[in-house]
């Protein structure tokens, strides 16, 4: 495939529009992450406008990376409680008298 016909899909972020080559099974997600991020850009920006585009991106990414990463964390402390509750739920069955 060249690059000319690959598939792409149109995004904005703060206003400017960019092409990104996209397969067309994955361009609602690539949308909804735009808009995501263009969010989080424009929230940045409200705050300080005199901000360049570039660092306004860096500095939504590394938010975006941080609540990445902290949900990551409460994912794995939810699995380990989950692992400790079935351990407890095994023991508790294996201790039950039979019938």
């Known amino acids: 495939m060249t690059d000319a016909s690959r598939p792409t899909t149109e995004i904005t972020l703060l206003g400017r ?19 995501y991020l263009d969010r989080a850009m424009g929230g940045i920006h409200a705050q300080n406008k005199l901000l ?9 990414a590394l938010n975006i990376a941080n609540e990445l ?8 402390a939810s699995e380990r409680h989950l692992d400790t509750l079935s351990a407890r739920l095994e023991r508790a069955l ?3 008298p039979q019938r």
């Open 17 to 35: 529009s960019y092409i990104i080559a996209c397969p067309p099974d994955e361009q609602d997600k690539l949308e909804r992450a735009a808009r």
């Open 69 to 76: 990463l902290e949900a990551l964390d409460t994912q794995r």
């Open 94 to 96: 294996a201790d039950a």
């Open 52 to 60: 360049g585009t570039e660092r306004i991106a860096i500095m939504a």
